[in-house]
Antibody, heavy 120, light 110 residues
Framework: QLQLQESGPGLVKPSETLSLTCSVS??????????WGWIRQSPGTGLEWIGYIYYSGSTYYNPSLKSRVTIAVDTSKNQFSLSLISVIAADTAVYYCARRSAAVRYFQNWGQGTLVSVSS | QSVLTQPPSVSGAPGQRVTISCTGSSSNIGAAYDVHWYQHLPGSAPKLLIYENSKRPSGVPDRFSGSQSGTSGSLAITGLQAEDEAEYYCQSYDRRLSIVFGGGTKLTVL
């Protein structure tokens, strides 16, 4: 049973960098023909796709966030990460990590989510 | 502003049928990209409910069904139960934007 678990600081100051990690259990990132991604939900709004990384390392980002986002994989730890620079209050959200198989365009597995607040 | 448009809320009494619409455009649903639906309970992970317009993952009751036509998708829930009270999101693929979601619909069971 594949499981995803987000971790990282719950509070980030404006203009700083938001960094989150998703730990994967039940499967190996390096051996899985999958995309590993991040999705967020800001207060009072819907879900927003941030981006994902293919197991081979290719990355795909939401055009609206592309200039500030980096997603990377650490296969030695079976984790992938999200880095969002120059954060503002509008980046306050629950951040989810998720997986989709390469053959499909929907997310089959999700983490529980972690709340990140941007505030001084 | 979400790329896919959903009604903010719907409601129904136990046992009734409700539908939730998801309207897109010619660059996503209208371009023959599938519609998928997720059920989201507060404090938990979103759960895949319907994929590829009308398919149900193992374990999802057949009370939940989906359809797609033109630039829209639709989720129907029959025999409404109290446990169905949740937020429902549609998702598709967009030629320009890649993965896109609807704004979510809050289902209230009266």
């Amino acid at each position: 049973q594949l499981q995803l678990q987000e971790s990282g600081p719950g509070l980030v100051k404006p203009s700083e960098t938001l960094s989150l990690t998703c730990s994967v259990s039940g499967d190996f990132i390096s051996g899985s023909d999958s995309y590993w991604g991040w999705i967020r939900q800001s207060p009072g709004t819907g879900l927003e796709w941030i981006g994902y990384i293919y197991y081979s390392g290719s990355t795909y980002y939401n055009p609206s966030l592309k200039s500030r986002v980096t997603i990377a994989v650490d296969t030695s730890k079976n984790q992938f990460s999200l880095s969002l620079i120059s954060v503002i209050a509008a980046d306050t959200a629950v951040y989810y990590c998720a997986r989709r198989s390469a053959a499909v365009r929907y997310f089959q597995n999700w983490g529980q989510g972690t709340l990140v607040s941007v505030s001084s | 502003q979400s790329v896919l448009t959903q009604p903010p809320s719907v409601s129904g009494a136990p046992g009734q049928r409700v539908t939730i619409s998801c309207t897109g455009s010619s660059s996503n649903i209208g371009a023959a990209y599938d519609v998928h639906w997720y059920q989201h309970l507060p404090g938990s992970a979103p759960k895949l409910l319907i994929y590829e317009n009308s398919k149900r993952p193992s374990g999802v009751p057949d009370r939940f069904s989906g359809s797609q036509s033109g630039t829209s998708g639709s989720l129907a829930i029959t025999g409404l139960q109290a446990e169905d009270e949740a937020e429902y999101y549609c998702q598709s693929y967009d030629r320009r934007l890649s993965i896109v979601f609807g704004g979510g619909t809050k289902l209230t069971v009266l």
